[in-house]
């Protein structure tokens, strides 16, 4: 199965969002955090995390882009189970367990969105407040094939120096 990865090209992340993903943290779209939000919440860093932040699942920070990446069973798990206690510890659920279903929804539709892609496909999220709430759309970037002349050769080949 694959997932998506938090990637990052510069430092921007850092200076844009509250509170940037780690590189490399598996994240999903988190428009669930937006569910409330109105015209009002959308100013500063706020905005700039709804407008194209992927959510991580192990810092609940947020990034631009995200990789598509194979993911093992247990990685899945793990951030289901990462997910399930944020909820608990950030929205209020009651316990892990009545969690738990939640979070694998949201880690399962991640799957979904990223099954069809091969993996180093990058992914970005845009989102928008409507009458009716939050509209997502995802946008896919593929990795161009690198060919020779795209990669530096540093030194000699020669044995003799």
Known sequence: MKLARAIHFDESDRRVFSNAARTGEWCIAGGFEFSEWTEGDLVGK???????????????????????????????EAAIDRLAQHFVDVYGAPSVDAARPVAKTEI??????????????????????????????FRTIHAPDADLTQVAIHGSLDEDG
């Open 108 to 137: 399962d539709d991640m799957v979904e969105l990223c099954e069809d892609h091969d993996p180093n496909t990058l992914l970005t999220v845009s989102r928008e407040l409507t009458g009716s709430g939050v509209r997502e759309s």
């Open 46 to 76: 706020a905005r700039q995390a709804f407008s194209n932040g992927w959510l991580g699942t192990e810092t609940f920070g947020r990034v631009t882009f995200v990789a598509v990446t194979v993911c093992q069973p247990a990685e899945r």
